[in-house]
Structures are given as structure tokens and as C-alpha cells.
């Protein structure tokens, strides 16, 4: 069954979308120049009102550990993403400070990239197109033989999700602007985004 992740979310009514939606995980984008920035004091506020069945990612570029590790240790969030230039080293500092399960983001442009990607000590990967966020999706043709799990991201709506779960059979999917209006979360595409995965995994 593909997992499903919802990222960007920044205000309470956000929360109220993905704890009626259920998807298995949600992002909190920590990168100060982002749209979607929320700080680690509201980040808390947010997480304290999600669902404990949903999993919190927060996303990061190229921060300083010790802000990541003491955003993880107040257990705002469960799981590290990382979208910068963060390399094997940066994530075994990580790994022996904390047992947060790391995703990786790579931006895929070529098979190399996919190559690169598969040798991350991160738990998991996650291939986007760009720095994330752009609404576009890469070629997907290059996933082919993929040999590990890996998150599917990168221009992500409830139009052609079911055709990514399809083709790809990825571990899990990763939406943003894909459920957005004018900006921000849309519970309606949120809503629709979910049941389309559900729905192609039967």
C-alpha cells in the first residue's frame, strides 16, 4: 500500500484537513524562504493539534544540526527530511545523536541522479524535481528498476496521483502545491488526493 504525505502545513485548519483525511504523514517546512515557512514554536502548536496516528515530517535546507536535533528531541517532529546539500557525513552526525528516521530529497534530472540517490545512508529517499515545491514532476521514466523504497514527489495532484501509484509503485507520495488553492491547503483536493491513492492501491 503507497503511503501518503501531505507537506507545507501551516495553519490550524490545515491540521483539522489532514486529521480528517488520514493521510500517514504531514511536513512542516522549517526553510526560512519558503512560502510555507512555520517556526519551531509553531510547528509545536500545530503538532499538538495532529492526530497521533499521522507522522510529522519537518523539512529542512541545509540547517545546523543542533537546530534539528533540538526540534526533534522536543518531539515536534518524528521523522528529518532533508532538501539541501546535506551528504552521508552530515547524516551519520544526525544517526548518532538521535533514532529520528531520516529522509533524504533528491532532485532528479538524469539516471545519475537516480544512481546517487539509492547510495543514501538516509532511511528513506525522496526524488522531486527541482529544490521541491515547484508543482512540476520530473520524468518518471527514470525510476525504472529503481532497487530501493523511495517517497515520489515533484508536481503530485489528485489528476495524475493515481497514475503515479500506478506506473511507479512507489513507497510513498508526496503532495504540496498539488493541494493548494491560490496558495494554501485545500481540504477538498487533500480529500481527493488521499482517496485516489486508496483507491488505485485495492
Known amino acids: 500500500m503507497t503511503k501518503i504525505k501531505i507537506c507545507g502545513l501551516s495553519r490550524l485548519c490545515d491540521i483539522d484537513y489532514v486529521n480528517t483525511a488520514m493521510p500517514d504523514y ?23 493539534r495532529l492526530s497521533p496516528c499521522i507522522k510529522a515530517a519537518g523539512v529542512f535546507v541545509d540547517e545546523e544540526a543542533e537546530n ?3 526540534i ?11 532538501h539541501g546539500s546535506e551528504d552521508d557525513h552530515y547524516i551519520s552526525k544526525l ?24 547510495l543514501s545512508s538516509a532511511d528513506y529517499i ?3 524535481n527541482g ?3 515547484t508543482g ?4 518518471w521514466s527514470l525510476i525504472s528498476g529503481i532497487s530501493r523504497p523511495y517517497f515520489l514527489a515533484g508536481g503530485l495532484t489528485p489528476n495524475n496521483v493515481g497514475q503515479a501509484v500506478y506506473k511507479n509503485h512507489p513507497f510513498a507520495v508526496d503532495a504540496s502545491s498539488g493541494v493548494e488553492t491560490n496558495g494554501f491547503k485545500d481540504f477538498d483536493k487533500i480529500k481527493l488526493f488521499i ?3 486508496r483507491k488505485t492501491n485495492i
Do not use: W
Open 26 to 48: 504531514i511536513g512542516f517546512v522549517f526553510a526560512p524562504h519558503s512560502k510555507r515557512y512555520v517556526s519551531p514554536s509553531q510547528a509545536a502548536q500545530l503538532k499538538a
Open 68 to 70: 534539528i536535533l533540538d
Open 72 to 82: 526533534a528531541g522536543r518531539g515536534i517532529i518524528d521523522i528529518i527530511q532533508l
Open 95 to 118: 544517526k548518532a545523536a538521535s533514532d529520528v528516521p531520516i529522509i533524504k530529497a533528491f532532485s532528479i534530472k538524469s539516471k545519475k541522479d537516480i544512481q546517487t540517490a539509492v
Open 126 to 128: 525522496l526524488l522531486d
Open 131 to 133: 529544490a521541491g515545491g
Open 136 to 139: 512540476d514532476a520530473f520524468n
Open 195 to 197: 482517496e485516489t491513492v
